[in-house]
């Protein structure tokens, strides 16, 4: 295994711990800075704001800056965020440093992905890719758990100084294994929004925000949501989340095999449809750990396993520009985690934290009719061109 993806991995796997284990400690900061459980929701909301804002934005203004310059400034400005996190005297504070953690994070994921595939041989960058992307995958089983455990065990400000940790090492890693990275081409701004013009991506991108606000609206709020089972112990809810982000390691890698026997679209609109189904059965199935075990196992297979077949979508749409419609995606997926939070505290007011499943439910229903009107796009644009081609070849 190439030292360089795995270095590039693990600040991959640094942010997304960052991003999922909030949602592990959330009771503790509310009653650390005594405020609802929605309001303390809110630190997630701010961190993926600002990656889905900022990711494109750097990624187009730092185009000439050198990409190991680029990575440990990104992840030197959140090590620094995490420490001022666990740090923070009020929750203003916290909010504000929130937002400091996701510019680290948007100044390095994009730029990691496309480090990964410029420092591999051609015929190695998918393979290069996936190493780097399992690193925030794997951060769901592993990286959350253990940061809520040291939650538990101590408290939630010893979680942060674990990301920052994490982070850290991965600094160093830059800096012994990746001294010089190829520069890519530039893109400008414009040119990395030009593709939204395209029905059929606009559709796409706005199937993967349903969704991810659907599923971030539970786990953002996965504490209270599962809490007549948790009951307030931290191995459970620990155990829980490392069952989820295992559930969708293993669904990301059996995803592509389903792809290739019955085609993205079949696999997609099932893993919505089985979603949509526990979703509204959350109600009864979060009550007791019989039922929560195999309701968290079928939402982390079907909720992560669906993005697989998302992305494969995408870049069929736009191949040509798959790099970019991908960094438009991932943004697509840190608004609808944005959305969820907003989504989430409010629901929690006017439904009661026990009904969060129906409003995701009907996110989901969204996500659902988005993904048929893509299809649909699709199957129109090939429709148009069909008789194009054939005079070309005539």
């Known amino acids: 295994m190439d030292r360089r993806l795995l270095v590039l991995a693990l600040g991959m796997f640094a942010l997304g711990t960052d991003s999922f284990v909030v949602a592990g400690v959330l009771p503790e900061i509310a009653r650390d800075f005594n405020v609802s459980i929605g309001a303390a929701g809110q630190m997630t909301t701010i961190y993926a ?32 965020a995490n420490l001022a996190t666990a ?52 951060s769901t089983a592993l990286g959350a758990p253990i940061g809520t455990l040291i939650g ?21 890693g830059v800096l012994v294994f990746l001294p010089h990275i190829p520069m890519p081409p530039a893109v400008s701004l414009g040119k990395r929004l030009a593709p939204l013009a395209d029905a059929r ?50 669904s990301n890698l059996l995803a592509g095999r389903l792809i290739d026997a019955i085609g993205s679209r079949k696999v997609l609109i099932t893993m919505l449809g089985m979603v949509l189904v526990n979703f509204l059965l959350l109600q009864w199935s979060g009550a007791s750990l019989w039922t929560a075990v195999p309701a968290v196992l079928l939402w982390g297979a079907c909720g992560w396993g669906s993005t697989v077949p998302q992305q494969h979508r995408i870049v069929g749409i736009a191949p040509q520009i798959a790099p970019i419609v991908l960094g ?28 969060l499943g129906f409003v995701a ?34």
């Open 152 to 172: 538990g065990l101590g408290d939630w400000h010893w979680t942060m100084v674990f990301v920052s940790a994490l982070a850290a090492i991965a600094g160093a």
């Open 328 to 355: 438009l995606n991932n943004s697509a997926v840190f608004l609808g985690t944005t959305a969820a939070g907003i989504i989430g505290a409010t629901a929690i007011d006017i439904v009661g934290s026990q009904n």
């Open 201 to 250: 991506i606009g559709l796409a991108l706005t199937t993967t925000f349903l969704f991810f606000s659907a599923a971030f609206t539970i786990y953002t709020y996965f504490s209270i949501v599962f809490g007549r089972t948790i009951g307030g112990d931290t191995a459970i809810l620990a155990g829980l989340l490392v069952l989820w982000g295992a559930a969708g390691t293993v």
């Open 49 to 80: 704001a600002t990656i889905a804002v900022l990711a494109p934005v750097i990624a187009a203004a730092a185009a000439h800056m050198p990409r190991n310059r680029l990575l440990l400034a990104g992840l030197g400005i959140f090590v620094i």
């Open 87 to 138: 740090l923070s005297p009020n929750f203003e504070m916290a909010l504000a440093t929130r937002a400091l953690a996701g510019l680290g994070a948007a100044m390095f994921a994009p730029t990691a992905t496309g480090s990964a595939a410029s420092i591999v041989a051609p015929e190695k960058r998918g393979f290069a890719l996936s190493v780097v992307a399992t690193g925030m995958t794997v």
């Open 361 to 394: 439910a009907g996110l989901v229903a969204a996500a659902l009719i988005a993904s048929e009107l893509t299809d649909r796009a699709i199957a129109a644009s090939r429709s148009r061109s069909a008789p194009d081609q054939r005079q070309k070849a005539a």
